[in-house]
């Protein structure tokens, strides 16, 4: 069994500020892909940013030069930095990942539980 645990989220003003993690536990032989997502109301899921096993990363056009991912690869934790943040961030973030998992050697993808973030200007 394997579980991704978000937080981090909350209620903050434009130009503002918001770090969220993302830690994963269970079962785990090794982490390759991590990303955050987010869903507005209305409106699909879109990537955020993204960084595979070897530290590469890609990001949103929407936020690139605003958000940093990174992640603690001791920890199974990913984390997102996300600075100067606009009413337009706002949304319901998701962390996915993708997990080979110790018992089974298999990769599966998991989802967290989501957590909302409120920019208010």
């Known amino acids: 069994q394997v579980q991704l645990a978000e937080s981090g989220g909350g209620l903050v003003q434009a130009g503002g500020s918001l770090r969220l993690s993302c830690a994963a536990s269970?079962?785990?032989?090794?982490?390759?892909?991590m990303g955050w997502y987010r869903q507005a109301p209305g409106k699909q899921r879109e990537l955020v940013a993204s960084?595979?096993?070897?530290?590469?990363?890609n990001y949103a056009d929407s936020v690139k030069g605003r958000f940093t991912i990174s992640r603690d690869n001791a920890k199974n934790t990913v984390y997102l930095q996300m600075n100067s943040l606009k009413p337009e961030d706002t949304a319901v973030y998701y962390c996915?990942?993708?997990?080979?998992?110790?018992?089974?050697?298999?990769?599966?993808?998991?989802w967290g539980q989501g957590t909302q973030v409120t920019v208010s200007s």
């Open positions: 996915n990942a993708y997990i080979v998992q110790a018992t089974s050697n298999r990769q599966f993808s998991y």
């Open positions: 269970g079962s785990i032989a090794s982490i390759n892909f």
């Open positions: 960084i595979a096993s070897g530290d590469s990363t």
